[in-house]
């Protein structure tokens, strides 16, 4: 049987139907059931020509993290910010919630300038590295944390209760921080950035240092957040994961953005080769492929062929059917984030001397 793949297609303007019965409730109960674009939806956010110089050690030498960032993030969507180590993401981040202040530019949330401190109660932030108090319970924390934002004890109590259950806590709720799996402590970072149910959820690498499951069920709960009406800022090095679950991607190096949009106008659509794996091959089949064919490398009984992008597929399983070569599967690539990333971020790494 030939297997056909389509790769590397990227999940761009998604259709929700969630339905209220199986999703646990998360927030102030607002189900998006949206169909289309995000940028139809109003606007939870605006960066504008915002910039950024540190000044550092001895000789106060300046270091530009961020030289001219403009964005917008519009209500319900999940909005990508990649770039590599050093690129100005958490100072971009750090400015949003008022944490450094910019230089130049400006940021609204909700209509109001950044460091308006009334849009506290409408932002969860996970940071890069959580700093949780680790002899407290899941429990406590969440009600440690729901304490700050001046949550009466009985709302305190139902909300981590739900949050528990909602990042998949609800089997450890007696047990010290300081005993959980990184994943755990993810998952309780993730909770406590959700206890004051935020409009506006930013999450800095949430999983950072985690396995293919962990990964995975934040990437559910991300795409869970959504389909509760939150909007969603997500900053992470795992592009396949940005390229499935964002709809808009923002891609930063240097201080600077590279690219802004939706995957599908970041991403091109032709595909770039197609791999196929064949039984039977024979040198002398080579010539029955001319110019499309790129590579040949013997797999164990198999053969994989590397063809250029503009062969006809049914072409080639027509001509390996005349000649009686198998073919087992057949893959075209497409181009992906991680390329649209490597182009973008290509020029040497952020030297952190100002010009
Ligand atoms: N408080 C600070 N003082 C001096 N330099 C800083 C400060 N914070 C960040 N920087 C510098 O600004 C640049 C951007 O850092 P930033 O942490 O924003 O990058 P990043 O994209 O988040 O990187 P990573 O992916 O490694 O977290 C780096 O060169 C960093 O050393």
Redesign the pocket.
Known sequence: MVRYFQQGVPAVCHIYHPDPRTQPSIGRGRCDLRQGTAMNSPEVLRVDDVAKT???GFFRKR?R??KSVSFTIHHGEIFGLI????????????MLLGL?RPDRGSISMFGQTADDVSLRDRIGYLP?NPMLYEHLTAVELLDFYGGLFGMPKRKRRERSAELLELVGLSHALDRPVAKFSKGMKQRAGIAQALINDPDLVIL??PQSGLDPVGRHEIRDLVLQLRRSGKTILF?S?ILPDVQDICDRVAV?HR?ELKDVGFLHELIGTETLYYEVYVGGWRNAHRELLEDALMEVVPVGDLTRLQLSGDTEPEQILRTFAEVGVRVESLQPHKESLEDVFMRDTADPP?S?VAV
């Open positions: 540190f000044r550092t270091v993290a961020v770039g590599p180590n050093g690129a100005g993401k958490s100072t971009t981040i750090k450094v890069e800095d690498e900053c090095h930063m201080g952020n952190d």
